[in-house]
């Protein structure tokens, strides 16, 4: 989910894989991180949420794993449906302020 | 439960015009922010509120633009005079204020074109 101005980096997936979306934060000391869906039109959805003491979250069909050694959040979608072809993004925080800084977002494209 | 709600939708306008959009914050939320959305710069904080508190303002791009949170379950954000580079998609989100970090909560955005 790095920022590359206007080239968003895409990911193609066959509906009913699974598929996973990566994303390289910034700051060490970022404590709080979420995952954001964003369809065409419309605002970033909240998909899921992690906090620093966890390295694992599940939802329903999607999971967030945080690394923080190497500064690394991935978001797994399992049996990916064509309704989760999007925009996804990654964003942080940190010191329980609520200033939430983005990464550039990840395309995500579902072949039928 | 109703979400964030914007308006306008959508609003075209002529450089030098004062544009103004409106926020309604998810009811009950006491934190809220405006962000602007460009293609080459993807998702910016402008500013945000806590409590109706301006917090951090360092994300205004300059002096043409303002924003006010008059009560606690509404907020505008003023452009005057507009320029054609303020052409963006302007999104308002709201979180709770409760112990530790909470999500934020996005409208779906008003999409500003300046000519």
């Known amino acids: 989910g790095e920022s590359v101005g206007l080239h968003l980096p895409t990911l193609s997936v066959q509906e009913g894989d699974n598929s996973i979306i990566n994303c390289a934060y910034s700051?060490?000391?970022?404590?709080?991180f979420i995952w954001y869906k964003q369809e065409s039109g419309k605002g970033p959805q909240f998909i899921i949420d992690i906090r620093s003491n966890m390295d694992k979250r599940q939802g329903q069909r999607v999971t967030v794993l945080l690394n923080k050694t190497v500064k690394h959040l991935s978001l797994q979608i399992a049996a990916t449906q064509p309704g989760d072809s999007a925009v996804y993004f990654c964003a942080e925080t940190w010191a329980a302020g609520n200033k939430l800084t983005f990464g550039g977002g990840t395309r995500v494209l579902v072949k039928p | 439960d109703a979400g964030v709600i914007q308006s306008p939708r959508h609003e075209v306008t002529e450089m030098g015009q004062e544009v103004t959009l409106r926020c309604k914050p998810i009811?009950?939320?006491?934190?809220l922010f405006w962000y602007r959305q460009t293609m080459m710069r993807g998702l910016e904080l402008l500013i945000y509120?806590?409590?109706?508190?301006?917090?951090?303002d360092s994300g205004m791009p300059e002096d043409r633009f303002s924003a006010k949170m008059p009560n606690a379950s509404f907020s505008t954000l003023k452009i005057q005079p507009s320029e054609p580079r303020d052409s963006a998609v302007y999104f308002c989100a709201s979180s709770p204020r409760r112990q530790g970090n909470q999500p934020q909560h996005f409208g779906d955005g008003t999409r500003l074109s300046i000519l």
């Open positions: 509120f806590n409590n109706n508190v301006p917090i951090d």
């Open positions: 700051n060490s000391a970022s404590d709080y």
């Open positions: 009811s009950g939320h006491n934190s």
